[in-house]
């Protein structure tokens, strides 16, 4: 899923607390599009289904024992790119669901990580 030789880094102003409500998933590979999230303390539901959540800094979280980094999240905190480093899971999440020309980003974000992005949804 993701190129082991490629930088890859988290959004170190990425908190949990940014991150927190509701959110739907527009593309991803290991997360199907339609998927909704809300984060909250402690937790998130995936579509309604309660994963121990808990915020590690420096966008970095541990989702169920899995480590996912925050790679992009905008400045007003409406679309967001999330991945597993070690080579799980990636997606890309937004507030209403229609990222815009935010998608366009988030996605440059995630190619520039060496994430595979023809094996998202």
């Known amino acids: 899923m993701r190129n082991p030789t490629a930088p890859i880094a988290s959004q170190v102003d990425a908190s949990l607390a940014r991150l927190s409500g509701d959110w739907v998933v527009v593309q991803g590979a290991g997360l199907q599009p339609g998927s909704r999230l809300r984060f909250g303390a402690g937790t998130m539901l995936l579509d309604g289904v309660s994963l121990r959540l808990a915020d590690k800094g420096q966008g970095r979280l541990d ?19 999330l991945g597993d480093p ?11 669901g229609r990222p815009g020309e935010r998608l366009r980003a988030a996605r440059e974000i995630l190619e520039w990580y060496g994430y595979d992005l023809s094996r998202m949804e």
């Not at 024992?65 to 679309?79: P, Q």
């Not at 070690?86 to 209403?96: F, L, N, P, S």
């Open 63 to 81: 989702l169920a024992g899995e480590a996912i980094w925050v790679h992009w999240l905008d400045v007003d905190n409406r679309t967001a790119a």
């Open 86 to 96: 070690d080579d799980g899971r990636v997606w890309i999440m937004d507030r209403t």
